[in-house]
T-cell receptor
């Protein structure tokens, strides 16, 4: 099973407020984990990826950060949200031994007002 | 950095018509993947192509990988309303495939009119 849980599914936050999006995976050990953002229902932009606990790589400079406190937990955070942070945030996993395809969670839709 | 361009951005077809989306990379790809995202949903993996000139079929869907491994296409024969969604191609990002990063095209949004 390539189960990925993301929450919350939807949230509306004011500008300047903090953010925490959580992603947990089941049925695998030591997966690669990714945070993607999709703006305006279009392309997927890779934000962060992690190959193990405590190992985070950032793809683009931004107002966000990521952490991986446990093997199957990946968290996306912000101290102060900007309007431009609005979007659809997708957590994805790539399991060891698979040929490279990504399995995505159902996403968290963030609106910053 | 690597860029993956996808055209067209939008495609409206009548049910039963064919549909094709094209993907072009600025660099040679070791492989290319295709995903489908239903409206309001998340991307779902369709297929991966690895070999130069490879052609794979899934029922009404035909996937091709170019000889130079820099372009790919997805063709749907006789579209159905269930084909509605956004189709993405994706290639390995910088840092090698060992990290599993993917660079996605902007996607083609397919609308099928019954």
């Amino acid at each position: 099973s390539q189960t990925i849980h993301q929450w919350p599914a939807t949230l509306v936050q004011p500008v300047g407020s903090p953010l925490s999006l959580e992603c947990t995976v089941e049925g695998t050990s030591n997966p690669n984990l990714y945070w993607y953002r999709q703006a305006a229902g279009r392309g997927l932009q890779l934000l962060f990826y992690s190959v193990g606990i405590g190992q985070i790589s950032s793809e683009v400079p931004q107002n966000l950060s990521a952490s991986r406190p446990q093997d199957r937990q990946f968290i996306l955070s912000s101290k102060k949200l900007l309007l431009s942070d609005s979007g659809f945030y997708l957590c994805a996993r790539r399991d060891r031994g698979y040929t490279g395809e990504l399995f995505f969670g159902e996403g968290s839709r963030l609106t910053v007002l | 950095g690597q860029q993956v361009m996808q055209i067209p951005q939008y495609q409206h077809v009548q049910e039963g018509e064919d549909f094709t989306t094209y993907c072009n990379s600025s660099t040679t790809l070791s492989n290319i993947q295709w995903y489908k995202q239903r409206p309001g949903g998340h991307p779902v993996f369709l297929i991966q192509l690895v070999k130069s000139g490879e052609v794979k079929k899934q029922k009404r869907l035909t996937f091709q990988f170019g000889e130079a491994k820099k372009n790919s296409s997805l063709h749907i024969t006789a579209t159905q309303t269930t084909d509605v969604g956004t189709y993405f191609c994706a290639g390995p990002g910088a840092g090698g495939t060992s990290y599993g990063k993917l660079t996605f095209g902007q996607g083609t949004i397919l609308t099928v009119h019954p």
